[in-house]
């Protein structure tokens, strides 16, 4: 009996958060803070990071694991946005850091896709539930926050107008589903250093920041759930120093437009370029373009709007 008792799981919470590719990102002049004023609007797709957070011994710490595609370029300590999110919430909430990680990658490492903020916001509130701490949701947005830009947009997933850091958030309408096609590469990119090199090309006299027209034609394509008008509105202010930087993606979006893509653009602070396609079979037919044409390392297609983070499984003793 008493080693029926003993062999019982412990108890344990699994939680997915999706990554995400910015339709539109515009970016102002670095602040004093080292952060750059963003208008952005953010959609999450359909290749979800999974954390599952397991009751460890009182006084173990926290441990972290992980698998799934590129996981050995992932750090496994306290760098790792996971492993800062469990640590945060406990300082804040008082209860003790005790809790094994373990996360299983689905969106692309260090490709401009927020897979490390996906970690975070899952993380947050699988130690939420696991600890029973309870947080009110505005809570974990602002520790979300604190954690990084994209945390907080990782949370609440779908569509949504990003400003301030990219963290001050509002949910847009949108209609269906949009088929995208990701192309990433081995060797990712550093979102400050593409912000650096923002700087440098821009030089001291950027016009502040602000969402421009074809954004407002952006939000009636997302409404409309136009994917022609959607493709032809995509834009990105990180593309010309992403490309400085890594000259390679020129070849990953001209692959995309000569293949018919209704919009491609780079993800975020790349490497990973985004093509939208007319269908889902449409969008493979533009990952096997990038293949034929040996300019990406991996192709991966997905859907937007994906939904923000969410509870999978709670298993208690
Ligand atoms: O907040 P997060 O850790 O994701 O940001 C990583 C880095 O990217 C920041 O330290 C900063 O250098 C740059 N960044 C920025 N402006 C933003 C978001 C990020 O300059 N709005």
Redesign the pocket.
């Known amino acids: 009996m008493t080693a029926r008792l003993s062999a019982a799981p412990p108890p344990s919470v699994r939680v997915r958060a999706p990554g995400k590719v910015n339709l539109a990102l515009r970016v102002g002049p ?1 602040g004093s803070d ?3 004023p ?1 208008a952005t609007i953010f959609q999450a797709v359909s290749l979800f990071e999974e954390v599952t957070a397991t009751q460890s011994a009182p006084g173990s710490g926290i441990s972290l694991t992980v698998s799934g595609p590129q996981a050995d370029a992932v750090p496994t300590d306290e760098t790792n946005l996971a492993w800062r999110a469990a640590a945060l919430l406990a300082e804040r909430t008082g209860l003790p850091a005790d809790v094994g990680l373990h996360i299983t990658k689905g969106v692309p490492v260090a490709g401009g896709m927020a897979g490390g ?1 996906a970690d975070a916001a899952a993380a947050l509130l699988a130690c939420d539930t696991l600890w029973d701490a309870g947080l009110p949701r505005q809570e974990l947005v602002e520790l979300a926050a604190e954690l ?3 945390v907080p947009f990782s949370l609440l997933g779908h569509t949504a107008v990003g400003t301030g ?2 963290d001050l958030l509002t949910p847009a309408m949108t209609r269906g589903e949009f088929h995208w096609c990701f192309g990433t590469q081995r060797e990712g990119l550093s ?2 250093s593409v ?1 650096r090199r923002f700087d440098e090309l821009a030089g001291p006299s950027t016009p502040h920041v602000a969402p421009a027209a074809d954004d407002t034609e952006l939000m009636h394509a997302l409404r409309a759930g136009d994917a022609v008008a959607l493709g032809k509105a995509l834009h990105n202010d990180l593309t010309a120093p992403a490309l400085d930087l890594r000259p390679e993606l020129a070849a990953v979006l001209e692959v995309a437009t000569e293949s018919g893509a209704l919009g491609v653009v780079v993800s975020g602070s790349g490497p990973t370029v985004a093509a939208l396609g007319r269908s889902r079979q449409h969008a493979l037919a533009l990952g096997a373009a990038w293949t034929a044409a040996d300019v990406v390392d991996a192709v991966w297609c997905a859907t937007g709007p994906a939904p923000g983070t969410q509870l999978v499984t709670s298993v208690s003793r």
């Open positions: 670095v080292g952060y750059h963003l903020s990084g830009a994209d850091r990219g979102t400050p912000f």
